[in-house]
């Protein structure tokens, strides 16, 4: 058998995964493995071995057309989403079930929803009014937000920073030069809006009401600006178009900045 031979970085990676729970089997596997480096399997340790094999699996087969759907930077066209939403929707096999999505392109939709309307109380209307029949309109947009939370701020980003490195490795390694998704994960993570406005979330105020604010927020030129002009309109709050209870935790936020 073959040695394998890696550099120190990899060696550094290879040893920062054992201590982060990957088991020795593992690590054998990527050792193994003949189609992605140790290096990128531990990089994309979130996701197992196997969807990542079957990911490279089939950016090779889509060779040499593929490498048009893949070496792009910045914000992809429509035709590289939706293979990056096939190869993503492979890698999280049937998670994606739990938030109603059942295909790539469904995927891709939710995606560009977010990305071209930059209207989370629109995306969340749509919810409620295409809902399934055993869903109360609380449930559907409660189930939306959970999407947001866990998937579009947290998963996804990293899934398709996986397909990033899964690419470069591939592509690399037949001489042909490869993408960078990094772009693209870091403006779906903040819902494609102001990082200023996402930021928010920690100081009690969610996505779904500073998107209604940004006209009075934005532009600012740092976090501390920007609460600075939050501040500012707390005498204003009851006149802004909120809800009641957007109004009252609106209140609540500005208080105890």
Not at 117 to 134: F, G, H, I, S, T
Not at 151 to 164: G, K, Q
Request: net charge negative; aromatic share 6%; charged share 25%.
């Amino acid at each position: 058998m073959k040695t394998s031979i890696i550099n120190g970085s990899e060696v550094s990676r290879l040893s920062v995964a054992i201590h982060t729970d990957i088991s020795r089997g593992r690590l054998q596997d990527a050792y193994a493995n003949p189609i992605l480096s140790p290096a990128t399997l531990i990089e994309n340790r979130h996701v197992p071995i196997e969807r990542q094999v079957e990911v490279a699996e089939t950016i090779i087969r889509d060779l040499p057309d593929g490498n048009k759907l893949l070496n792009w930077k910045g914000i992809p066209e429509t035709n590289q989403l939706n293979y990056l939403c096939e190869l993503v929707y492979n890698l999280e096999g049937g998670n994606l079930m739990d938030y109603g999505i059942s295909s790539s392109l469904q995927l891709m939709w939710h995606i560009n929803e977010l990305r071209t309307q930059k209207n989370l109380p629109a995306y969340l209307r749509d919810a409620v009014e295409n809902r399934r029949e055993e869903h109360t309109p609380s449930e559907a947009i409660n189930l939306r937000l959970k999407f947001i939370r866990n998937m579009v701020c947290f998963r996804l980003p990293r899934d398709i920073m996986a397909v990033s490195n899964i690419q470069a490795d591939v592509l690399a390694k037949v001489g042909i030069e490869p993408g960078d998704f990094s772009f693209f994960a870091e403006q779906l993570e903040n819902m494609f809006l102001d990082p200023l406005l996402t930021a928010l979330d920690e100081y009690g105020i969610p996505t779904q009401i500073s998107t209604q604010l940004k006209n009075l927020i934005l532009p600012s030129e740092h976090l501390n600006d920007l609460l600075a002009k939050l501040r500012a309109l707390a005498p204003r709050i009851e006149h802004l178009h909120l809800t009641g209870f957007e109004k009252t935790l609106m209140r609540w936020a500005v208080s105890e900045m």
